[in-house]
């Protein structure tokens, strides 16, 4: 990625949530520490929700091939959602602007200026179509955004990387990965799943499209939008 995501002194947060893209995370910046010409530190955090006993030490064995500091958070989010969210809304989103809010809370304690999240292409794609689709903007996910606090940055490594590649690379590397056991996302957050499905559908139809789509969000000729 042409963005300098990482610089020398950098102290990283990592959010593991358990799932395929947390998982490459955590392995690419781990092989990445130990190959760079830069040296940064790394502490990988995971947020607490819903989380069982043997959820949490399934992550604490994965965790131990890797000699990175690593911490279960303790947090309030169901909580919140319950008490926040309006009917009708999606209960993914809300949960992760908490989960965000969680990490630089954790970021904060831990002494770390950055905080890294596992998104994909997909996913900025997705976001990319859900936000013209339905709410009438142009926004997608950026690989680096100071956070309102104006103390953290939030860096999106895994932009460039494919999903299918991702799922592919975890099968290779046999993460122990686990789901999550929100069971309210299912009702609430379909039209994602919509959109999911139609890019899906487009690639299949026109291999390349999806790579076509993410180099339109770096080439905006903006004389041609009202």
Same mark, same amino acid.
């Given at each position: #990625? ?5 610089? $020398?002194? /950098? !102290? ?8 395929? /893209?947390?998982? &490459?995370?955590? =392995?690419?910046? *781990? ?12 502490? +990988? +955090?995971?947020? $607490?929700? #819903?989380?069982? /006993? ?14 990175? /500091? ?18 009708? &809304? @999606?209960?993914? @989103? %809300? ?12 970021? &904060? ?9 596992? *998104? *994909? ?7 990319? %179509?859900?936000? #013209?689709?339905? =709410? ?7 690989? @680096? ?10 860096? !999106?490594? #895994? ?11 975890? +099968?290779? =590397?046999?993460?122990?990965?686990? *789901?999550?056991?929100?069971?309210? @996302? ?25 790579? &076509? ?14």
């Amino acid at each position: #990625m042409e963005k300098e995501l990482i610089k $020398d002194g /950098d !102290r990283i947060l990592i959010g593991l949530s358990g799932g395929k /893209d947390s998982w &490459s995370l955590v =392995h690419f910046l *781990h092989a990445f520490q130990r190959k760079a010409p830069i040296k940064y530190d790394i502490k +990988v +955090v995971t947020l $607490d929700v #819903m989380l069982s /006993d043997y959820q949490k030490k399934k992550l604490k064995r994965g965790m131990k091939r890797y000699d990175l /500091d690593y911490y279960v958070w303790e947090n309030k989010i169901e909580k919140i959602i319950e008490e926040k969210r309006r009917p009708g &809304s @999606s209960y993914c @989103s %809300l949960c992760a602007r908490m989960r965000r809010a969680y990490l630089y809370k954790a970021a &904060s304690e831990l002494g770390c200026n950055k905080v890294a999240l596992g *998104h *994909h292409m997909d996913d900025l794609l997705e976001t990319l %179509l859900m936000n #013209m689709f339905y =709410h009438g903007n142009i926004k997608g996910m950026p690989a @680096s955004l100071s956070a309102q606090n104006g103390i953290h940055e939030l860096i !999106r490594p #895994m932009l460039y990387c494919a999903e299918a590649d991702i799922v592919e690379f975890n +099968v290779d =590397h046999k993460f122990p990965i686990i *789901h999550c056991a929100c069971t309210k @996302s299912k009702k609430t957050d379909i039209k994602r799943k919509y959109i999911k499905s139609v890019l899906k559908n487009l690639e299949k139809k026109d291999p390349g499209l999806k790579k &076509s789509l993410l180099a339109s969000t770096k080439n905006v000729t903006n004389n041609h939008i009202f």
